[in-house]
């Protein structure tokens, strides 16, 4: 059933985020479409065939995309999953791309890990989204940082009803509900051009995903509904689901589910060390997929599958053989038709096994395959693929496909007994597979004798001629023996991507005087950066600020060699640098100084013959200036003899090695002072002081 009325997405997208640092949009909204349609429902419970590798409506691969496609199917999610979704919004305000992504169809338990490019993502929490009152999560510890928020509607209520999508959107009115719907709000800012391509390098195609825990499903054994992944609630969830097979639970027989949940849930030892859950489920439904689809998929992940039970209620078999529900002799018996394991067998004497791991992204990965060596022997391998994708455990997946091969590789026989022969047709007990003793010896002593355990296969009633015709396999108990080591390698492991990270950066911030005329000096900061052995990619991007400011300002840059503009003498300046080159992501800014900018570090001389006299309104200050160049003179006093207990009180002219004279009219009467007077130099660098002189204003 489709999601969207409206068309897709023009070929403008392309270009859409790449706009968007350039301040430009790309309007465009994409509508709700009405409820889902209707499930068909046209196959019979205790018809579902097993299939070794089951139809899949929606492969794998899109479910963990973000699709654009306007008549993509909705999504049911149960246990653990990495998705993507199906974009409700793409479009650009100011910087930032924003996207609406319809993740499934009802609600899910809990958005656990945000993914961007295959990347699991370390968030943190804030507040407000880029200065709109809204609480967002956002990657942090990486490139990404500053540039995605992401958050997050569960679909309990309505998927659309974010804030910024409000403000931001006047298209995006409170008529686009999209209730009942989980969903999560991307938010891509668009960094400097010089950055784009390394934070976004697949620019508005970047994935995001999150892994979710799927629906909650209910138990019979508690009455709660919660949480959960085995595989027989999972297969009652979709069975009386009103977007599944549409069952009451009145129709499910509980006592029989109740069975098959504990069986499913019977802690397995791990080769790793540890037990798991025997029988788990995590996957995925459309509303448009046919029941028999979704059965088929969870029978082979778990090795459970509905039935009609005799009540007419619906029941839940599979798990381990079971007790044997009646013996039935050659007095029972009409006629029987038998076919030896040879001819059974199937074409395959390789089962190859597929299953689905959180540990390789959510993927289908192979695994260790089970091996006939005698028929291999005589045959040649002969492959045959065996995918649980619905099974998130390699124990799980290598037990199941050794009993596959077990049933795919085993004797028939075929009955038709009178009306005794109804005691065989259902399972003596819940939680397990259905089997009954064979002991067939004609009468007359003629014929074959058949006799052993065998399974239930399949079985019907005539109730005109009153006789039953059963269906049944040759059991081998020793097919469900296991151990952990059983539980093989995986084979095809997905590759490791190796990270090529910037290399570590080691430079140096310095200033450089610069004669700009005669008698003119402008002071520029500098920072050159060490070379790296074989790196001739690298070069180096490097700003800086006045101690205290806000805003970075770019240098220009020369290969590994940065320089600032026009700066300012005697101010405090800090600076930051990083590598730009052929690497992975973008290098982290490197701290440099803060550093005091001097033009002239050499102090001038000392200034001689100050003497100190009272005036009438003032105190009189006389001195010969510094034999050298100077700036100007400042003038210090105090009322003890500690020069650096005593305060700057002006600052004056004068030539070099001339007399000059200050005239001090804020001492006040009767207090002692103490002067002196420094030569400074353009920069503020002090020459050696004269004085103090002593005087007692009058």
């Known amino acids: 059933m489709a999601i969207f009325s409206a068309a897709l997405y023009g070929l403008g997208y392309a270009v859409g985020f790449l706009g968007a640092a350039a301040g430009l949009s790309t309007a465009t909204i994409l509508s709700i479409a009405g409820a889902a349609g209707q499930i068909a429902v046209g196959a019979a419970l205790n018809a579902v065939a097993r299939a070794l590798a089951p139809s899949v409506n929606v492969p794998r691969s899109e479910i963990q995309a973000l699709i654009s496609q306007t008549d993509a199917p909705r999504r049911i999610y149960v246990g653990r999953n990495?998705?993507?979704?199906?974009?409700?919004?793409?479009?650009?305000?100011?910087?930032?791309?924003?996207?609406?992504v319809l993740v499934a169809h009802g609600q899910v338990d809990a958005f656990e890990a945000f993914w961007i490019d295959g990347e699991a993502q370390t968030?943190?929490?804030?507040?407000?989204?880029?200065?709109?009152?809204?609480?967002?999560?956002?990657?942090?510890?990486?490139?990404?940082?500053?540039?995605?928020?992401?958050?997050?509607?569960?679909?309990?209520?309505l998927g659309g009803d974010y804030p910024v999508l409000l403000s931001e959107f006047s298209e995006w009115t409170s008529a686009r509900r999209v209730e009942g719907q989980a969903t999560f709000l991307v938010g891509s800012k668009a960094p400097k051009p010089e950055d784009f391509a390394k934070i976004f390098p697949k620019g508005y195609s970047t994935d995001y995903q999150w892994v979710i825990r799927g629906q909650a499903i209910y138990d019979p054994r508690s009455d709660v509904t919660s949480y959960s992944a085995n595989a027989a609630l999972v297969q009652m969830h979709y069975l009386t689901h009103p977007d599944g097979f549409k069952l009451d639970r009145s129709e499910m027989n509980m006592e029989s589910v109740t069975a098959m949940a504990r069986v499913s849930d019977i802690p397995v030892p791990q080769m790793a060390g540890g037990n798991a859950p025997n029988l788990q489920l995590w996957g995925y439904w459309t509303l448009d997929e046919e029941p028999n689809q979704v059965l088929d998929r969870m029978h082979t992940a778990s090795g459970i599958r509905p039935y009609e039970m005799q009540d007419g209620r619906i029941g839940l078999i599979g798990g381990p053989f079971g007790q044997p529900a009646c013996t039935l002799t050659a007095k029972d018996i009409r006629d029987i038709q038998t076919t030896e394991a040879i001819s059974e067998r199937k074409g395959y004497n390789v089962l190859r096994v597929f299953h689905m791991t959180a540990a390789q992204k959510y993927e289908v990965i192979e695994v260790e395959s089970w091996r006939d060596e005698a028929r291999l022997a005589i045959e040649g391998e002969i492959p045959e693929e065996y995918k649980l994708e619905m099974c998130p455990n390699r124990s799980q997946a290598r037990r199941l496909a050794k009993r596959q091969?077990?049933?795919?590789?085993?004797?028939?026989?075929?009955?038709?007994?009178?009306?005794?022969?109804?005691?065989?047709?259902?399972?003596?007990?819940?939680?397990?597979?259905?089997?009954?003793?064979?002991?067939?010896?004609?009468?007359?002593?003629?014929?074959?004798?058949?006799?052993?355990?065998?399974?239930?296969?399949?079985h019907e009633f005539d109730p005109v001629e009153l006789e039953c015709r059963i269906e049944l396999g040759r059991v081998n108990r020793a097919s469900e023996t296991w151990t952990a080591v059983e539980e093989g390698e995986t084979t095809a492991d997905l590759p490791t991507t190796e990270r090529n990270p910037p290399p570590p950066i080691v430079a140096e911030l310095t200033q450089r005087v610069i004669q700009v005329s005669a008698g003119v000096k402008q002071p520029v900061l500098e920072i050159s950066a060490l070379p790296v052995t074989g790196r001739e990619d690298l070069s180096i991007q490097a700003r800086y600020r006045a101690v205290g400011e806000t805003d970075w300002i770019d240098m220009g840059v020369s290969g590994l060699r940065a320089?600032?503009?026009?700066?300012?003498?005697?101010?405090?300046?800090?600076?930051?640098?990083?590598?730009?080159?052929?690497?992975?992501?973008?290098?982290?800014?490197?701290?440099?100084?803060?550093?005091?900018?001097?033009?002239?570090?050499?102090?001038?001389?000392?200034?001689?013959?100050?003497?100190?006299?009272?005036?009438?309104?003032?105190?009189?200050?006389?001195?010969?200036?510094?034999?050298?160049?100077?700036?100007?003179?400042?003038?210090?006093?105090?009322?003890?003899?500690s020069l650096g207990s005593a305060s700057l009180i002006d600052t004056t002219g004068g030539a070099i090695g001339q007399v000059s004279q200050y005239e001090d009219d804020t001492a006040v009467s009767g207090t002692a002072y103490y002067y002196w007077v420094r030569a400074a130099n353009i920069s503020g660098v002090e020459g050696l002081p004269a004085g103090p002189a002593t005087i007692t204003r009058t």
């Open 405 to 458: 091969m077990h049933d795919d590789n085993r004797a028939k026989v075929t009955i038709i007994t009178n009306l005794v022969g109804l005691k065989a047709r259902w399972p003596r007990f819940h939680g397990q597979r259905h089997t009954i003793l064979l002991d067939y010896r004609p009468e007359d002593g003629s014929g074959r004798v058949i006799e052993g355990e065998y399974e239930v296969l399949d």
């Open 82 to 100: 990495l998705v993507g979704g199906i974009r409700a919004l793409f479009d650009v305000k100011g910087d930032v791309l924003y996207q609406l």
């Open 123 to 157: 968030l943190g929490a804030g507040p407000d989204w880029w200065g709109t009152a809204q609480p967002v999560q956002f990657p942090t510890g990486t490139d990404k940082f500053g540039f995605v928020n992401v958050t997050t509607r569960d679909g309990s209520g």
């Open 563 to 641: 320089q600032a503009g026009a700066i300012e003498d005697g101010e405090q300046y800090q600076a930051q640098v990083r590598w730009r080159g052929v690497f992975d992501g973008v290098a982290a800014w490197q701290d440099l100084g803060p550093i005091t900018i001097q033009i002239d570090a050499v102090p001038p001389g000392q200034p001689t013959e100050l003497a100190a006299s009272n005036e009438p309104d003032h105190i009189m200050l006389s001195w010969r200036n510094a034999p050298t160049a100077f700036f100007e003179v400042r003038i210090y006093r105090g009322t003890s003899s």
